[in-house]
């Protein structure tokens, strides 16, 4: 197959890990006879030194016009560099919550995976996740409490704050589907989370859920409250397939299971809308204290660009292949310095590439 790749190297580790990602997907296409056509754009603090703003008209037209976008990470040293002396809508962030909105990316996709080579990372007691864990938290992006009407008002003689939260039944149902199809690519469960006994939100929320759920009767849904997820993430995280939840919930909730996990470098995610069009990024910022350094772990953008293959493009066995190619990679002992352990070999970002492309073979 054919496909045009917007990429967004950004700051900070970021040139770096992409380079991996990069490298890998061309062994992809040699291996399998794909056409991947990379268009490089800027956004973040290196397009504000390029061009002033976070992310320019021309950039965006070019993501708009791709099949999928592919980002390292963006931003600098929050206390020390001089993109966060500029006003907020022109520093790095500005640029990931503009190129979010203008694509529409409503659906926040965030495996949590034990891989057992790095069990010994995992906070939670070992006979707890024997066996490991494997999960997606799905988070719905751009509506709820976070997208509300706010306001801070003087009432009485002391100040009051509001946060309205709302949801909509097109916006629950659009994520529903979403979810139920991502989980007849996995395991066929969806656990939904909510706050039902409190709120009206949650409430039809749950309405809308079930509502789509007939429609997968091959996928079993279960309703959890959000209280009790919390808790069950650190008790039985085995039991979760996919979890779907609203903006919030899912904030904390994604959190959580990527801590539980024990390694940021190995978390990758994707934001995703109706049609097949998604953005692809590792879960973690853009490391400016190991930047440059050969130090920084690219397996997390390596497993973004697999989601990328497997939810934007259907190559499932391609996707597969990346993920088994890490696997093997750690099962041979290497490690970057952040998921190191002793009796294993430390390599640096570019070496954990190449290990990875030569265990996808030719
Ligand atoms: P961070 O995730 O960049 O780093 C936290 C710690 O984890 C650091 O010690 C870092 O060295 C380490 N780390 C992170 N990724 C790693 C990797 N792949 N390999 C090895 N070690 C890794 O978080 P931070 O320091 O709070 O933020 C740094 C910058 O990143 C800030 O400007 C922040 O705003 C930005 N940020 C960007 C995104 C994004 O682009 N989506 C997300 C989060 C933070």
Redesign the pocket.
Known sequence: MKANIAVIK?????PE?VDEAMKVLRAIEKKYNHQFDFTQILM?GASIDACGVPLSDEALAIAKKSDAVL????????NT?PWYQLPPELR??AG?LKIRKELGLFANLRPAYLYEQLADACPIKPELIKGGFDMMIMRELTGGLYFGQRSTEMEDGQLVARDAMSYSESEIRRIAYRAFDIARLRRNKVTSVDKANVLDTSRLWRKVVNEVAVEYPDVSLEHMLVDNCAMQLVKNPQQFDVILTENMFGDILSDEASMITGS??MLSSASLREDKFGMY??????????ASMD???????ILSAAMMLRYTFNLVDEAAAIEKAIYDVLEQGYR???IFAPGCQQVGCRQMGDLIVENLGD
Not at 10 to 14: Q, V
Not at 71 to 78: K, R
């Open positions: 950004g700051d900070g580790i970021g890990i973040g980002l390292g990470s963006i931003g600098g040293d929050t560099s790095p962030e990931l940021i470098g990024e590792p879960s973690h910022g853009s490391a400016p204290d190991i130090k920084a772990n690219p397996i997390a953008t970057t310095v952040d």
